[in-house]
Nanobody, 125 residues
Framework: VQLQASGRGWVQAGDSLRLSCAAS????????MGWFRQAPGKAREFVAG????????RYANSVKDRFTISRDNVKNTLYLQMDSLKPEDTAKYYC???????????????????WGQGTLVTVSS
């Protein structure tokens, strides 16, 4: 699976932004997909994950009720709708693919074998 993220932007606090991640490869629909982010000087962290069929979904507490992850298994595309953005959401965002069918691995970045190049999101106050 090859992944290409898009949707980088510089926005103000309270704005919305949607990230997309186009995937190539016939196995996309059979992979768990996730979004991760890495802020300057910090470790990469889990943001959201979605199981192969579209459910279940998991979110980090810091983005719950503000971010929405979704996938289109026909278009082979993963999305992250980000609303009510905060300055602390500033980070490089990565999409990733996890071939495991084990639900408990969804939040574990070590289980993700394929990574996009990352797209930068900057939120100003």
């Amino acid at each position: 699976v090859q992944l290409q993220a898009s949707g980088r932007g510089w926005v103000q606090a309270g704005d919305s932004l949607r990230l997309s991640c186009a995937a190539s490869g016939r196995t996309y629909s059979r992979t768990t997909m996730g979004w991760f982010r890495q802020a300057p000087g910090k470790a990469r962290e889990f943001v959201a994950g979605i199981f192969r069929s579209g459910t279940p979904i998991r979110y980090a507490n810091s983005v719950k009720d503000r971010f929405t992850i979704s996938r289109d298994n026909v278009k082979n595309t993963l999305y992250l709708q980000m609303d009510s953005l905060k300055p602390e959401d500033t980070a490089k965002y990565y999409c990733a693919a996890n071939p495991s069918a084990i639900l408990s691995t969804m939040t574990d970045q070590g289980q993700y074998n394929y990574w996009g190049q990352g797209t930068l999101v900057t939120v100003s106050s």
